[in-house]
């Protein structure tokens, strides 16, 4: 599936640029039928991590974006401490996500749309400032939400156009109204 | 480090069977040093996936036992869907492996004390029971609470024993009085 998106110039600030690569990794998960959800990790302006939502791919439910990515940037750090690093993901991480960044000890997180179905970094929880847990990260929330939402609002109108359920529920699990 | 765990024989019910396997697993980890937390995945009586802590080995954040049977798990099903199945674990999970729990569909899940620092089914959160969320799980908790409980102890005293360093924090982070 091809995105719609109209992803800004490179030419923007570093937050821009970053997220434009977590877009660009989202729109390759739609074009392999996968929710797409894209998430990049920076390390002192270096990109170590980047993946894209894989859960059908793989068979596997922790394989999002962002999983994936910290592994990536783990390995890259040879230490499970990503200190210093930022990640930038196109919808707000699910707790799975949220407590894998703070066991991460990720110090800064910038997302796109809040996710009102599993979002746990202000919807439903917020895991990343849990004062009770031993690391929180910093956040920006619904950084470039537009274009993140629209490119799950894109895979998800054409999932219904193809499956003839417009009924169906929505967020990552689903094919229904992520983010609306 | 040796265990100095009592472990049930296998002749008790299939939970104990079951978290006796985890401890096992649980022992494997703290033979490597790493904190000893052991998982196990079971489906139709046989499980599908075991699985200790590996984060420092493997340098990897996301490297939970719980995390790695559930790969486990969904290769073996070839799907990223858990359905019939019941995790064993030695100890209550984190807000990443809870989370990934409810991703996975799992049916049931069995675990030994709660973890004060960083439980996220009873504790801090209960992600494994949110009606908000797309899928709930039965929970069994505090099943074998005393060995599960011994292995972290023991693994804890040693290394506090080892640094000189009686001060030091504890949870699945650090060295300290994890479940006292």
Sequence with gaps: MKSQLDIPALNLNDDARFMTVALREAAAAAEDGEIPIGAVIVYKAKIIGRAHNQRERLSDPTAHAEMIALTQAAAYLSSWRLCGCTMYVTLEPCAMCAGALVLARIDRLV???????????????????????NHQV??????????????LQDFFAAKRQKTQKPEDGGGRDGVGNVCL
Tied chains: 1, 2.
């Design 111 to 133: 997302y796109g749309p809040a996710d009102p179905k599993a979002g746990a970094c202000e919807t439903l929880y917020n895991i990343v400032n849990d004062k009770r847990l």
């Design 138 to 151: 910093e956040v920006v929330s619904g950084f470039m939400a537009q274009p993140c939402r629209e490119i």
